[in-house]
C-alpha cells in the first residue's frame, strides 16, 4: 500500500494542538522535542494524507509552522511492517488516490510556464508539421512524445474544482500560449518548407494525416474527452504522467501543425477544419479533467470555500459545454456528410458492378475503376458529389449506348442526377 | 503576478496568430509574413520573460 512521510514542525506552544490533531487521524507518530520546536513523523497511508492535512490546517500548524509530505521509497521497521501487515488484512479492496494538498502541489509544478515548456512545444510542433506534410504516423507520434502540454491542462482543471483560481489562470494561460506557438512554429516551418520546395508541389488534402484532421468527425471528441479522464487519473492515482501526455498531445499538438499548415498555404478548408478540431480537443480535455478530479471528491474543505468553487465550476463547465456543443455540431455535420459520401461510393459500385446493370454479361467492355469527385458546399466543410468519372476497358470504341446505360444505371442506383463522364481505355488483346 | 513581457509577449504572439488567420481568407502574402514574424517576436520575448 502506497504511503506517504509527513514532518509536522511546529513551536513548542503549539505542540500539544500539533499532537492532538495526529491523534484525532489515528496516525502512527513519533515525537521528538526541541529547545524551541517539536518535530512529528509520522508515516501515512496515502489515502489519509488528505485527512490529516485538513486537521494539522484547522489546528493552525501551517500558520506558525511546516507540514512537509514526501514519498518514501523504503522504512525499515519492524513495527511499521506489522502495522502495515495488519492494515492489509484489515482493508477492504479499495481506491487509492492522492490528497488534495498534494494534487495541488503537483499541479502547480506540471502547470508552471517555463522555457522548457516553451521550447519543446516549439521542437514538437515543428517535428508534427514534419510528420504530417512527410505522411509519416512515426514521426507525428515522436513529436507527441516531447510535447509538454498535459501539464497546464490539467493544472487549470485542478485549480477549478479545488478553489484556486490562481492555480486556474496560471493553467489556462500556459496552455493558451502553448498552443498559439505551437500554431506559430508549425505555420512558419511549413511556409519555409513550401517556400524552399522541401515539400513536393502535390494536393495537400491527398495526405491522410492532413485530410483527417481537416475533415474531423465526431469520433475524435471520444478521443480528447478519454486523454482529459487518463490525464486526471495519472495525476491522482500516481500513473506515469509523461505516458498519459502522449495521449493529451495526440489530441492537441498535431491538430495545431495542420492549423500551422492550412495558415502557411493560405487555405480555408484545412485551417478551418483543423481549428475546430483544435479547440473541440482543448475543451472535451478541460471538460473531462475537470469533471474527472470533482467526480473523485477533490472540492476544498471548508463550507464558504466548497460554495465558492462549486460556483466557479459550473460556469465554467456551463461555458466549456456550450462552446463544445457549438463546436460539435459542425463536426456532427461532417461525420453525416462523410457518411453519406461512403454510403453514395457504395451505391456508384452496386449500380456499376450489380446483376442486371449495363456492364453485367458484356465482354467487350469491363469496369477498370471508378472515381468520385467532391465539391465544397457550404463554408468548406460539406463536400456534395459533383461527378463520377467511370474507367472502362475496352479492345475497341464501345457504342454510345454503353456510356448512356452507365449514366443511367449510376443515377438510378444513386438516386442522384450527378453528371457521369465515362473514359474508355482501348487494351489490345493478344491472342 | 505575471512579468510584462510575459504578458506582452502573448498579445505578441495573439496579434501574430490573428493577422496570420486574416491571411488565409484575404490571400495576402505580406500579411503571412508580419503575422509570423510577430508571432516569433512574442515567442521569444515570453522566452526571456519566463524563469528556467
Request: glycine share 10%; hydrophobic share 45%.
Amino acid at each position: 500500500m502506497p504511503k506517504r512521510l509527513l514532518h509536522v514542525a511546529v513551536p513548542r506552544g503549539l505542540s500539544d494542538r500539533a499532537e492532538a490533531a495526529l491523534e484525532e487521524g489515528e496516525l502512527d507518530y513519533r515525537r521528538v522535542d526541541g529547545d524551541l520546536s517539536t518535530l512529528f513523523v509520522a508515516y501515512v497511508p496515502l489515502e489519509k494524507v488528505g485527512d490529516a492535512s485538513d486537521l494539522l490546517r484547522e489546528a493552525g500548524v501551517t500558520e506558525q509552522g511546516f507540514v512537509s509530505i514526501s514519498s518514501t521509497e523504503a522504512l525499515l521497521s519492524r513495527r511499521a511492517e506489522e502495522r502495515e501487515r495488519d492494515e492489509e488484512e484489515e482493508e477492504e479492496e479499495g481506491e487509492l488516490r492522492v490528497s488534495r494538498d498534494e494534487l495541488v502541489s503537483s499541479a502547480r509544478e506540471m502547470g508552471e510556464m517555463t522555457q522548457n515548456y516553451l521550447v519543446l512545444t516549439v521542437i514538437s510542433s515543428v517535428i508534427a508539421a514534419s510528420g504530417v506534410l512527410a505522411d509519416s504516423t512515426a514521426v507525428v507520434i515522436g513529436s507527441m512524445v516531447i510535447a509538454p502540454l498535459i501539464g497546464p491542462a490539467m493544472a487549470s482543471s485542478v485549480g477549478t474544482v479545488t478553489g484556486e483560481p490562481e492555480l486556474f489562470r496560471r493553467g489556462i494561460f500556459a496552455e493558451v500560449v502553448g498552443l498559439l506557438v505551437a500554431v506559430v512554429s508549425a505555420a512558419a516551418f511549413a511556409a519555409l518548407a513550401f517556400r524552399y520546395v522541401l515539400v513536393p508541389p502535390i494536393d495537400i488534402l491527398a495526405i491522410g494525416q492532413i485530410s483527417e484532421r481537416a475533415v474531423p468527425g465526431l469520433l475524435n471528441v471520444g478521443i480528447a474527452f478519454g486523454a482529459g479522464v487518463a490525464g486526471a487519473l495519472s495525476l491522482t492515482s500516481g500513473m506515469s504522467a509523461a505516458l498519459v501526455g502522449v495521449m493529451i498531445a495526440v489530441a492537441l499538438i498535431p491538430p495545431a501543425a495542420t492549423v500551422g499548415i492550412g495558415i502557411a498555404l493560405g487555405d480555408p478548408q484545412v485551417t478551418l477544419g483543423s481549428t475546430v478540431l483544435l479547440l473541440v480537443n482543448v475543451l472535451s480535455i478541460n471538460l473531462a479533467g475537470t469533471l474527472t478530479f470533482r467526480y473523485q471528491g477533490y472540492a476544498p474543505g471548508g463550507f464558504f470555500e466548497r460554495v465558492r468553487s462549486g460556483n466557479a465550476l459550473i460556469w465554467r463547465v456551463g461555458f466549456m459545454l456550450s462552446f463544445l456543443v457549438l463546436l460539435s455540431t459542425t463536426m456532427g455535420v461532417i461525420t453525416y456528410d462523410t457518411y453519406t459520401n461512403n454510403v453514395f461510393e457504395q451505391d456508384v459500385r452496386s449500380a456499376l458492378t450489380g446483376e442486371g446493370s449495363t456492364l453485367s454479361g458484356r465482354t467487350d467492355v469491363a469496369l477498370a475503376g471508378y472515381n468520385v469527385h467532391y465539391e465544397s458546399a457550404g463554408y468548406g466543410f460539406r463536400e456534395e458529389p459533383s461527378e463520377v468519372v467511370v474507367e472502362l476497358r475496352v479492345s475497341e470504341p464501345p457504342p454510345d449506348a454503353v456510356a448512356e446505360g452507365i449514366a443511367r444505371d449510376v443515377r438510378e442506383g444513386t438516386g442522384r442526377r450527378v453528371p457521369v463522364v465515362v473514359e474508355p481505355r482501348e487494351v489490345t488483346v493478344v491472342r | 503576478m505575471t512579468d510584462w513581457r510575459v504578458r506582452g509577449g502573448a498579445a505578441l504572439l495573439a496579434a501574430g496568430v490573428a493577422l496570420s488567420y486574416v491571411h488565409v481568407f484575404l490571400g495576402n502574402d505580406v500579411l503571412l509574413v508580419l503575422g509570423l514574424s510577430l508571432g516569433a517576436i512574442g515567442t521569444v520575448v515570453i522566452v526571456l520573460g519566463v524563469r528556467r
